[in-house]
T-cell receptor, first 112, second 114 residues
Framework: DAGVIQSPRHEVTEMGQEVTLRCKPISGHNSLFWYRQTMMRGLELLIYFNNNVPIDDSGMPEDRFSAKMPNASFSTLKIQPSEPRDSAVYFC??????????FGPGTRLTVL | DAKTTQPPSMDCAEGRAANLPCNHSTISGNEYVYWYRQIHSQGPQYIIHGLKNNETNEMASLIITEDRKSSTLILPHATLRDTAVYYCIVRVVDSGGSNYKLTFGKGTLLTVNP
């Protein structure tokens, strides 16, 4: 089992650019979560999907952030336009119904 | 959401038991207590969870008080690789009952010393 796969692992971009983070959940898992971690705010839940449908996006900071899950094996988190305060580690996690969550290795985003 | 309170940091000697406390005095009867840990720069890792009974697995033991207002995670023989931030989380079930999310607090930084 490859676990949750995230790409890229590191991203450095300039302010104003579009950033797309990608996540492949564990096969068979029907829930997917996007988290953001910073020193100041800790680990924050941004959005989660169940059976590819967004269930709770109350943690999405603002309209610059959007997330999609076009199928059960792929999700994206997009930031457009990016700002320096978006610099953080972004984690994707997946879970089968009623089971524990598995986290990916994270994408470290730096916006200059 | 039921809140949790954990000490910000703890130290433990290698080979000794590490006992990490967590207060969750507003927990509801159907809410589970979950423990995750995060080793530096890695994604959080599941450790154990429980409802009202004590639980044990290959990683740790979870002791939940009878009134469920607090719990303790026990690592029986801590090693240097157990140095991490440990998160105690109350699992919040949404109104539909079938979905739930994990909300992380600040956790406890456990440092295992040689």
């Amino acid at each position: 089992d490859a676990g949750v796969i995230q790409s890229p692992r590191h991203e450095v971009t300039e302010m104003g650019q579009e950033v797309t983070l990608r996540c492949k959940p564990i096969s068979g898992h029907n829930s997917l979560f996007w988290y953001r971690q910073t020193m100041m705010r800790g680990l924050e839940l941004l959005i989660y999907f169940n059976n590819n449908v967004p269930i709770d996006d109350s943690g999405m900071p603002e309209d610059r952030f959007s997330a999609k899950m076009p199928n059960a094996s792929f999700s994206t988190l997009k930031i457009q336009p990016s700002e320096p305060r978006d610099s953080a580690v972004y984690f994707c996690a997946s879970r089968a119904s009623g089971r524990r969550s598995f986290f990916g290795p994270g994408t470290r985003l730096t916006v200059l | 959401d039921a809140k949790t309170t954990q000490p910000p940091s703890m130290d433990c000697a290698e080979g000794r038991a590490a006992n990490l406390p967590c207060n969750h005095s507003t927990i509801s009867g159907n809410e589970y207590v979950y423990w995750y840990r995060q080793i530096h720069s890695q994604g959080p890792q599941y450790i154990i969870h429980g409802l009202k009974n004590n639980e044990t697995n290959e990683m740790a033991s979870l002791i939940i008080t009878e009134d469920r207002k607090s719990s303790t995670l026990i690592l029986p023989h801590a090693t240097l690789r157990d140095t991490a931030v440990y998160y105690c989380i109350v699992r919040v079930v949404d109104s539909g009952g079938s979905n739930y999310k994990l909300t992380f607090g600040k956790g406890t930084l456990l440092t295992v010393n040689p």
